[in-house]
């Protein structure tokens, strides 16, 4: 692991998913937050709530 530079800000990019499977009988939903200057960095989670309902 490299670990990010702390004097240059990185844009990250965040994407939403909604995952099916079981052709179609079971689906998730899915985050996946990347850094747009590396196709290595990237965090998927599938334990996705909206944030207005964290507090």
Do not use: K
Not at 4 to 13: F, G, I, K
């Amino acid at each position: 692991m490299v670990p990010a530079e702390s004097n240059s800000p990185r844009s990250l990019q965040s994407r939403s998913y909604r995952i099916t499977v079981d052709e179609g009988r079971e689906s998730f939903y899915a985050l996946s937050i990347e850094d747009a200057e590396s196709e290595d960095a990237w965090l998927m989670s599938d334990t996705v709530v909206a944030l207005e309902n964290v507090r």
